[in-house]
Nanobody, 116 residues
């Protein structure tokens, strides 16, 4: 089993920045791929960004150039730096982990609200 604990969500004005963190514990060998998904009210959960243990990344088109995913293997932590935030980025953001791009484990979610 893998436990994922997110932090860093909150309220930010349009154009602002936030950094999300997700610390993994437990069966770390199962965290080959880690990522962030989000779910806005009334919508399905969508991939925001993912990163492999080797550093390969994948981003949703809607966040390319604004968001950056990174991971620190020594801390078993993945980060999502979000810049130039827009109201449409408002959602609950979930950390994910798994042996492949399809997640096996999920965090509890952290709310990100972009509003003036």
């Amino acid at each position: 089993q893998v436990q994922l604990v997110e932090s860093g969500g909150g309220l930010v004005q349009p154009g602002g920045s936030l950094r999300l963190s997700c610390a993994a514990s437990g069966r770390i060998s199962s965290t080959i791929v880690m990522g962030w998904y989000r779910q806005a009210p009334g919508k399905g959960r969508e991939l925001v960004a993912g990163i492999t243990i080797g550093g390969s990344t994948n981003y949703a088109d809607s966040v390319k150039g604004r968001f950056t995913i990174s991971r620190d293997g020594t801390k078993n932590t993945v980060y999502l730096q979000m810049n130039s935030l827009k109201p449409e980025d408002t959602a609950v953001y979930y950390c994910s982990a798994g042996s492949r791009w399809s997640p096996d484990y999920w965090g509890q979610g952290t709310q990100v609200t972009v509003s003036s």
